[in-house]
C-alpha cells in the first residue's frame, strides 16, 4: 500500500464548470504525478512535482493546472471542464528510496464531463 | 515521439500454461523497463522491472530485456484465473525519476 488517496472517486459535472481533484500520500514522497487513462491511449503524463510549489508539464498539460502547497496534497484542477477531459485520473507517487524511479497509483478518480 | 508498443490482444491461454506478452519500445536509450498489471477497473500495480539485459524472475513472473532488439517481454507460468487482467508495458529513459512512456496493454484471460 503506497498511502495514496484520491478524491473524489467519481465526478459527474458539466461541460464549462472548474473541477480540483485531490491526492494525498501518507508517506512525505517529494514526487508526485497526475496520469490519465484513455482506451488507446494508455495512461498519459498530465503535470508532475518535484516538491512544494515545484511541478511541471507532461505531455498532455493543455486545459489542467496543478499546484503542491504541501509535500502530502498534489491537487489536479480542470478550469473550465471539456468533454475531452472526460477520463480516468490517476495519481502516482515515486518513492526516493528502495525501487528508486518506480511508480506506484492512487486508486483512481473517473470523471465524467457532459 | 517515445513510442511502447504491445499486441492489445486479448491473450487467452488454458490455466496452468505459460502466457508471454511482449513489448517493443523506439527509444534506444531507455535504461529501465517496468511490467505493472491492471485489473479492470481498478488501478496499475507494479509487477516487475529490470535494467540489465537478460531474465529477471520473481515468483512465477519473468521479464526479459533484449536492448539491442528493443523488445521486452513478461512470461507468467502456470498461469491462474486471477492472473486475468491487462498488463501495461513501461519504458524510462533513466534510472531516476523519469518521464514513464506506458503502451496501451495486452489483455490477458486464462480460461480455467
Known amino acids: 500500500d503506497a498511502g495514496i488517496t484520491q478524491s473524489p472517486r467519481h465526478k459527474v459535472t458539466e461541460t464549462g464548470t472548474p473541477v480540483t481533484l485531490r491526492c494525498h500520500q501518507t508517506?512525505?514522497?517529494?514526487?508526485m504525478y497526475w496520469y490519465r487513462q484513455d482506451p488507446g491511449h494508455g495512461l498519459r503524463l498530465i503535470h508532475y512535482?518535484?516538491?512544494?510549489?515545484?511541478?511541471d508539464k507532461g505531455e498532455v498539460s493543455d486545459g489542467y493546472s496543478v499546484s503542491r502547497s504541501k509535500t502530502e496534497d498534489f491537487l489536479l484542477t480542470l478550469e473550465s471542464a471539456t468533454s475531452s477531459q472526460t477520463s480516468v485520473y490517476f495519481c502516482a507517487i515515486s518513492p526516493s528510496g528502495g525501487a528508486v524511479g518506480t511508480l506506484f497509483f492512487g486508486e483512481g478518480s473517473r470523471l465524467t464531463v457532459l | 515521439q517515445k513510442e511502447v508498443e504491445q499486441n492489445s490482444g486479448p491473450l487467452s491461454v488454458p490455466e496452468g500454461a505459460i502466457a508471454s506478452l511482449n513489448c517493443t519500445y523506439s527509444?534506444?536509450?531507455?535504461?529501465?523497463f517496468f511490467w505493472y498489471r491492471q485489473y479492470s477497473g481498478k488501478s496499475p500495480e507494479l509487477i516487475m522491472f529490470i535494467y540489465s539485459n537478460g531474465d529477471k524472475e520473481d515468483g512465477r513472473f519473468t521479464a526479459q530485456l533484449n536492448k539491442a532488439s528493443q523488445y521486452v517481454s513478461l512470461l507468467i507460468r502456470d498461469s491462474q484465473p486471477s492472473d486475468s487482467a491487462t498488463y501495461l508495458c513501461?519504458?524510462?529513459?533513466?534510472?531516476?525519476?523519469?518521464?514513464?512512456?506506458f503502451g496501451t496493454g495486452t489483455s490477458l484471460t486464462v480460461i480455467p
Open positions: 513501461a519504458v524510462k529513459l533513466g534510472l531516476g525519476y523519469d518521464q514513464f512512456y
Open positions: 508517506e512525505n514522497h517529494r514526487y
Open positions: 527509444d534506444r536509450g531507455s535504461q529501465s
Open positions: 512535482s518535484y516538491g512544494v510549489k515545484d511541478t
